[in-house]
């Protein structure tokens, strides 16, 4: 795996604004007779890093994938820096500025390292028009280029950028989702559980990969996320859920320490 | 009232005849992961072995019953299995796919180069017998034929739901079409479960083709492929899953059949257009409406990511030198071929190399849409149908030159296409290829054969002064040849840019992950629709060009079977390179011109069709097309021989 850049040392906060870059309100989705999200509320500001944690089966990932719309909702509403998303595809929400990793590797085993890169870029600009390439313009501009290599440079990925992904390990790939997703330069980045199939070494790289760029971006972070470890290194504060709800929010430990969270995940309070 | 049951009654063993088809599909598709294309090919190899063998060595039909029905049907069966799925990953849908589609190119194709072109008439019936009439149904009398399939389908019906239902091999049978991986870790064999579904399934399609021979005055492949249709949207209403739904809709579809078949004029447009094209839009409609039908590829198996990936393709890293060699090595082989096309060659080879390169155009349409936007579409030779009908028709009525007409039809074409890609948006894989395969039957039943488009079977005669006013243009020169060359040119630079361009990296992009894609921002509906289109315009102009060429343009050259025969050509030569689709269309005219120099049963083109089917077999274990993996081979081969120990 890529080793993580040099940290900078910035005020965690300093990004953050108090105002709330995604609320969600009274989100429901059912998969047959199992409610899934069960009346969800919750909001997350600019710049802040929040963990979601819960036991399986908590409706994380459905949140998740209601938040990008790869699942439509049953009811409630989800507003992104003052966008109602409600029927909007997820491509357009990808643009709107939600970019997200994925539990299992979602990357195009055809194309390069610098090339996911550069389709994200050119996906998240919309240039993707049939024309230009028929006239032979659609060759990377400098700038695209530019902005790729940065991302590279953030992630650590430079020196793999001509390798093709089918050749890269798991814990690489999902360096490579998560450049995929920071080139297109989002303002909320929801990962999902970066750290499942990785070791001790590599997620504690992945978490101060993750830690760096976004301080360096200022970018709004919601991480699903099992390894308490990592939320605890990552995130400013946590939400638990449990069957579908929000069962706490606050400081991890406090959260943790939480009755209702114990009893989800251990089955007692104690 | 009485006139309404007499048009319900003679559906009604109509109906069993789709039913029958339509159970084997769903049998085989729940007992085995695979939606079986050869289902209708290999009744129709029953029925083709079973009248040989009573009209040419008049067995009797006892005995070639036993020997198609539980002889042949179920050794076929079993090496299908073993030989073939067997050996497919329960993942990989595209080469489940892929294979069925050979067999059903393959086996019709195969039996004339065993048993020579046979005109195998009036078959008998195993059970009773079809000159006397058994019962009446409200008057409407039922002859022996139409008893043993009535019967036949209900006893079958009951048999395989009370073996999928009631016993312990059904159950196995069922679970281990979810995960085989899951049943073997509780025991089971699950590789001999599925080699029994098989078994069961062949001799289900031999039972149906041998006793659905005599209700045809003769044994032809396009009686059982069309049975398959009906059959198919039968088994579509039910998703695939359940049989008595299945043998439900299919029955209800042969009487609605033969109800519109009694009560509309027979000189209505109704009669003769929407009449032939009532399974195909039964079948659209359980595609637009079946839940089902959408997720019929999405992984059931919890076990699936245990099975490795598709295999890469062989990629060769190709030295310097050698790279220079070898194109070098194709400019010399093209500037040869130009120049003797326009020196020396012999006309006749001239025009099977004019052909080649009209459909090396078609075929780039086959690589756009398969192979870059990985769309299994059968439709393709449709679109170019579209695109040459319209051309010839622009200059018949409208005095259009053909050049532009082809434009236009180009233009119509790809039109077509995105309806189809509209209609498809939420299909993928088998879903996708079953609507492509509705849509070719639509056309091929209900659009080409209208004489006011395709003049019937004498077809659209060309006058070559319609590609006036180019006076350049004389077919008795090699002008077809240079506008053949200069179309497949223009295409091929056209592939070549989008693959370069965004367009083919989102593409690319698609084929890895449709999530992923999505989620980084890309329109997926929007590419589709764009490779659609562009398909649909490819395939039109190259359409266009052949008939052109030949100076005539009618329906047969536009068939269904021949549109999924040029995607087993192009999936055997390479689906994902312009070198493939060169290779397909080059290779598919030669290898049909030099078997006419053979003698008998191996001179006509079946066996070029079979060679294209056994090649496209190989799918699975060479993706890239089995042409292009020996390519490959042989490059890597040269390069260590010449470059790596000289």
């Known amino acids: ?270 | 009232m009485e006139q309404l049951a007499g048009f319900v009654i003679p559906g009604i063993p109509f109906g069993c005849t789709y039913a029958l088809f339509a159970v084997g599909l769903v049998l085989t598709y729940q007992a085995t992961g695979v939606f079986n294309f050869a289902f209708g090919a290999q009744a129709y190899a029953a029925a083709f072995v079973y009248t040989w063998a009573t009209q040419v060595h008049h067995l009797p039909a006892w005995m070639a019953f036993v020997l198609t029905v539980l002889v042949m049907s179920p050794l076929l069966g079993l090496l299908f299995d073993r030989a073939l799925f067997s050996r497919i990953p329960a993942t990989n849908n595209m080469a489940k796919i892929v294979t069925g589609l050979s067999l059903f190119v393959g086996i019709p194709a195969l039996l004339p180069v065993i048993f020579g072109n046979q005109n195998l008439l009036n078959a008998p019936s195993v059970f009773w017998n079809i000159d006397r009439v058994y019962l009446r149904i409200f008057g409407t009398p039922i002859n022996g034929a139409q008893v043993t399939v009535m019967v036949v389908t209900v006893v079958v019906l009951v048999a395989l739901v009370a073996l999928l239902r009631a016993t312990e091999l059904g159950l196995q049978m069922r679970a281990a079409t979810e995960s085989r991986r899951l049943v073997q870790l509780d025991g089971v064999n699950a590789g001999q479960v599925v080699a029994v579904a098989w078994v069961v399934s062949s001799v289900l399609a031999g039972l149906a083709g041998v006793l659905l021979a005599p209700l045809f005055a003769q044994v032809q492949v396009q009686d059982y492929t069309t049975l398959m249709v009906a059959a198919i949207a039968a088994a579509g209403w039910a998703a695939l899953r359940s049989l008595p739904v299945a043998a439900g809709v299919a029955v209800l579809v042969g009487v609605a059949e033969a109800v519109l078949q009694g009560y509309l004029p027979t000189s209505s447009w109704l009669y003769s257009a929407v009449l032939p094209s009532f399974p195909f839009i039964v079948l659209t409609v359980a595609l637009l409406v079946v839940p089902g039908l959408r997720v019929l590829d999405s992984e059931r198996d919890p076990l699936a990511s245990v099975d490795p990936p598709p295999p890469p393709p062989l990629r060769t890293v190709r030295l310097p030198a050698m790279d220079r060699t070898i194109r070098w090595g194709w400019y010399i082989l093209l500037g040869a071929f130009v120049i003797s096309m326009l020196t020396w060659m012999p006309r006749t080879w001239e025009n099977v190399f004019n052909s080649g390169l009209a459909f090396s155009t078609v075929f780039l349409s086959v690589t756009l849409i398969t192979g870059m936007g990985g769309q299994l579409s059968l439709a393709q030779g449709t679109l170019a149908g579209v695109g040459a009908f319209t051309a010839a028709q622009l200059a018949r009525h409208l005095g259009f030159n053909l050049l532009i007409g082809g434009l236009i039809g180009a233009g119509l074409a790809a039109t077509v296409a995105v309806v189809l890609g509209i209609l498809s948006l939420r299909l993928r894989g088998l879903g996708l290829a079953l609507m492509t395969l509705a849509a070719a039957l639509f056309f091929d039943n209900t659009v080409f054969n209208q004489s006011s488009i395709t003049n019937g079977t004498t077809g659209l005669s060309l006058d070559q002064k319609w590609v006036a006013p180019f006076g350049f243009f004389n077919p008795n020169g090699h002008a077809l040849f240079l506008l053949a060359l200069v179309v497949l040119a223009l295409c091929v630079l056209v592939v070549n840019l989008v693959r370069q361009g965004t367009v083919g990296r989102f593409l690319a992009a698609m084929r890895g992950s449709e999530a992923g894609a999505a989620g980084i921002g890309i329109n997926l509906t929007r590419q589709r629709l764009t490779i659609f289109a562009l398909s649909g315009a490819l395939a039109g102009l190259g359409g266009t060009v052949f008939t052109i060429q030949q100076q005539v343009g009618n329906a047969q050259q536009w068939s269904y079977e021949l549109s999924v025969a040029f995607v087993v050509i192009v999936v055997t030569s390479g689906v994902s390179t312009v070198e493939g689709a060169i290779q397909g269309g080059i290779g598919f005219v030669v290898s049909q011109q030099l078997l006419t120099y053979l003698p008998g049963r191996f001179g006509g083109s079946s066996l070029v069709f079979v060679g294209f089917a056994f090649g496209a077999l190989t799918y699975a274990a060479h993706p890239e097309g089995v042409v292009e993996y020996q390519k490959a081979r042989a490059t890597l081969r040269w390069q260590q021989r010449i470059f790596e120990h000289g």
């Open chain 1, 1 to 270: 795996m890529a080793e993580a850049p040099a940290d900078l040392d910035m005020d965690r906060t300093a990004s953050r604004s108090s105002e709330a870059l995604l609320t969600v309100r009274g989100l429901r989705k059912t998969f047959g007779g199992v409610e899934a999200v069960a009346g969800v509320d919750m909001s997350i500001r600019a710049g802040e890093t929040v963990g979601l944690v819960g036991p399986n089966g908590a409706g994380k990932t459905t949140l998740f994938n209601c938040i990008c719309g790869q699942v439509r909702p049953g009811s409630g509403t989800i507003v992104f820096d003052g966008v109602p998303l409600d029927r909007m595809p997820v491509y357009r929400r990808a643009r709107l500025g939600i970019g997200r990793t994925y539990q299992r590797i979602e990357l195009f085993p055809e194309l390069s390292v610098r090339d996911h890169l550069l389709v994200a870029e050119r996906a998240r600009s919309g240039h993707g028009r049939l024309w230009k390439d028929l006239l032979n313009r659609a060759r990377p501009q400098p700038d695209e280029l530019s902005r790729v290599e940065a991302a590279l440079q953030l992630v650590g990925l430079s020196d793999l950028a001509d390798t093709s992904v089918a050749a890269l390990g798991l814990g690489t790939c999902r360096v490579v989702e998560l450049a995929r997703a920071l080139v297109a330069e989002p303002r909320l980045l929801l990962a999902d559980e970066p750290s499942s199939g990785l070791d001790v070494h590599e997620t504690r790289q992945l978490a101060d990969i993750l830690r760096t760029v976004q301080r360096r971006r200022g970018m709004a972070v919601l991480l699903v996320e099992h390894d308490l470890a990592m939320v605890e290194r990552v995130a400013d504060r946590a939400i638990a859920m449990d069957l579908g709800q929000v069962i706490a929010e606050g400081p991890l430990k406090t959260v943790m320490a939480e009755g209702r969270v114990r009893h989800a995940y251990l089955g007692t309070d104690r």
